[in-house]
T-cell receptor, first 113, second 113 residues
């Protein structure tokens, strides 16, 4: 039973490029969450999605960041025109339903040069 | 807005000791509370989830308690082992909500062989 999968595990981008981070939830899970961990800081919630719907994006920066969870395929976190301050570990989690255990993926470590 | 605080920030103890990690949260109208461990450069591993109707949960040498009225949770680790060395994170959802978790900054635990 595969856990939450994220790819790529490491991503290097130059300033101004786009970053696309992918997350495949655990089998049977329809709730996906994205979190960001900046260097020397704690994990911060970004966005919560269910299939084809954004439920809560209160933690997502208003500009350059977007997320989707299509009917088919993985959830995607997209960062346009990356800046050095976007360098962080981005974690995806999934759960079977509301108020249930969130299981985390291994994360994508983004480095912006 | 939910805020989560963990103390101590760091702890170093000899192998075999029993220890307690503390977590406090500001909005007590939570559905549940979750404890994780994070190893350096890795993702999060879910340890225990306590539902709001429960007072404690146990898994092996780990026991987590929840006191909603005082806004506190503790993680008790019995007979600590070097393999327990990691950062332990406490996370709570928003009061009355069940989506994005708010994380504490963690307790960095070192178990000396």
């Amino acid at each position: 039973n595969a856990g939450v999968m994220q790819n790529p595990r490491h991503l290097v981008r130059r300033r101004g490029q786009e970053a696309r981070l992918r997350c495949s939830p655990m089998k049977g899970h329809s709730h996906v969450y994205w979190y960001r961990q900046l260097p020397e800081e704690g994990l911060k919630f970004m966005v919560y999605l269910q299939k084809e719907n954004i439920i809560d994006e209160s933690g997502m920066p208003k500009e350059r960041f977007s997320a989707e969870f299509p009917k088919e395929g993985p959830s995607i976190l997209r960062i346009q025109q990356v800046v050095r301050g976007d360098s962080a570990a981005y974690f995806c989690a999934s759960s079977r339903g509301l108020a249930e255990t969130q299981y985390f993926g291994p994360g994508t470590r983004l480095l912006v040069l | 807005k939910q805020e989560v605080t963990q103390i101590p920030a760091a702890l170093s103890v000899p192998e075999g000791e029993n220890l307690v990690l503390n977590c406090s949260f500001t909005d007590s109208a939570i559905y549940n509370l979750q404890w994780f461990r994070q190893d350096p450069g890795k993702g999060l591993t879910s340890l225990l989830l306590i539902q709001s109707s429960q007072r404690e949960q146990t898994s092996g040498r780990l026991n987590a308690s929840l006191d909603k009225s005082s806004g506190r949770s503790t993680l008790y680790i019995a007979a600590s082992q070097p393999g327990d060395s990691a950062t332990y994170l406490c996370a709570a959802p928003p009061g009355g909500g069940a989506d994005g978790l708010t994380f504490g900054k963690g307790t960095h635990l070192i178990i000396q062989p």
